[in-house]
């Protein structure tokens, strides 16, 4: 079974630290992707991978960067938390091509105060 | 750029009473995904359609791929309380480039006992 897992289920930070969420896959899957949820918004794109050292940019990606140093390893950094950026944070895999399904990890509930 | 918009936001239905959620795009789309997120949960995987006109049940799930290939549909027939979640639909089209999946903002399934 494919197995995405995320750092933390829950993380509380102040506004202004910086913040590090952290996604490993186990399946050696090619593309990897970060989505926030918010009520009524669904699932928004933020960054997403299809290799090591590549990034692309979704559709909201201000206030946050991403680094892909390995293949099973994707981490979300949020520069300067702020409290527009509290949210439910879901990390995602997929094999290569396709596209196909995408495989999310359990997400990370983030609150900036 | 692509927007996947799915009907309703909310449904409530009462234990054995049908449901249907709606996904409609903007563009011609290449696949469509659909998935389903139980409260408290992360998005799963139901499905994937690709041919225009496609039609594919899973139980007491039925999914449809316009002939347009523009819009799709996921009927639950006599719904149970294993139904409860959010059920997104998540399309791509190829022409556009190495696009990743647009997800439509849900349809929240409650089902009363």
């Known amino acids: 079974d494919v197995k995405v897992t995320q750092s933390s289920r829950y993380l509380v930070k102040r506004t202004g630290e910086k913040v590090f969420l952290e996604c490993v896959q186990d399946?050696?899957?090619?593309?990897m992707f970060w989505y926030r949820q918010d009520p009524g918004l669904g699932l928004r794109l933020i960054y997403f991978s299809y290799d090591v050292k590549m990034k692309e940019k979704g559709d909201i990606p201000e206030g946050y960067s991403v680094s892909r140093e390995k293949k099973e390893r994707f981490s979300l950094i949020l520069e300067s938390a702020s409290t527009n950026q509290t949210s439910m944070y879901l990390c995602?895999?997929?094999?290569?091509?396709?596209?196909?399904?995408?495989?999310f990890g359990p997400g990370t509930r983030l609150t900036v105060t | 750029g692509q927007q996947v918009m799915q009907i309703p936001q909310y449904q409530h239905v009462q234990e054995g009473e049908d449901f249907t959620t709606y996904c409609n795009s903007s563009?011609?789309?290449?696949?469509i995904q659909w998935y389903k997120q139980r409260p408290g949960g992360h998005p799963v995987f139901l499905i994937q359609?690709?041919?225009?006109?496609e039609v594919k049940k899973q139980k007491r799930l039925t999914f449809q791929f316009g002939e347009a290939k523009k819009n799709s549909s996921l009927h639950i027939t006599a719904t149970q309380t294993t139904d409860v979640g959010t059920y997104f639909c998540a399309g791509c089209d190829y022409n556009s480039g190495n696009t990743p999946l647009v997800f439509g903002k849900g349809t929240r399934l409650s089902v009363i006992a």
């Open positions: 995602a895999s997929s094999v290569a091509g396709g596209p196909y399904e995408q495989y």
């Open positions: 399946m050696d899957h090619e593309n």
């Open positions: 563009t011609t789309l290449s696949n």
């Open positions: 359609l690709v041919k225009s006109g």
